[in-house]
């Protein structure tokens, strides 16, 4: 199963990214990060269209698709864990994430989204939903290997 994020912004590195590739790196799937930027002043609804329109571009087209979105629903880890590892059973070939810009998700997104994931009802920086994530899948990884990193 290969990974993508597809996400709005470009890292100029710093905290955030390093945070990001410490666990991106630790990752046994194939990781693919496709930054999108739209660097047009537009209003909100607009910005919003056209920056799910490049997500959803960015992804492959059979994928299964997670949005971060602080609207969304907040798993256990172990309850994550289980569900990329059904994907993974079930022959998924690609699983892909998609994180929003500062004004959020297109409502093409959500419609597309096979699940919207949160991390807690709080707004976060979309550069830090980065290292989150990639701890989480992470996370996941040892879990369905067994590995005591995540201990309950
Ligand atoms: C600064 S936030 C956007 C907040 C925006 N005002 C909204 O209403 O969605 C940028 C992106 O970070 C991600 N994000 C921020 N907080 C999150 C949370 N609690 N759970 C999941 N994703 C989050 C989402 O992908 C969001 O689109």
Do not use: C, N
């Not at 607009?46 to 492959?60: D, F, H, I, W, Y």
């Amino acid at each position: 199963m290969r990974l993508w994020l597809a996400a709005v912004g470009r890292s100029r590195g710093g905290p955030t990214r390093d945070l990001f590739d410490e666990y991106v790196g630790r990752l046994s799937w194939p990781f693919t990060l496709k930054e999108v930027e739209v660097k047009k002043r537009l209003s909100s609804d607009e910005l919003k269209r056209q920056e799910a329109e490049l997500l959803l571009a960015a992804v492959p087209a059979g994928a299964i698709v997670v949005a971060l979105d602080e609207r969304g629903k907040a798993l256990p880890s172990e309850t994550f864990a289980a569900k990329i590892g059904d994907w993974r059973d079930r022959g998924a070939g690609d699983l892909a994430f998609l994180i929003g810009g500062a004004d959020g998700h297109g409502d093409a997104v959500r419609a597309r989204a096979d699940l919207l994931l949160a991390f807690g009802p709080m707004t976060w920086p979309h550069m830090l939903v980065r290292g989150m994530l990639a701890e989480q899948l992470y996370r996941a990884q040892q879990i369905l290997a067994g590995h005591p990193y995540h201990r309950s």
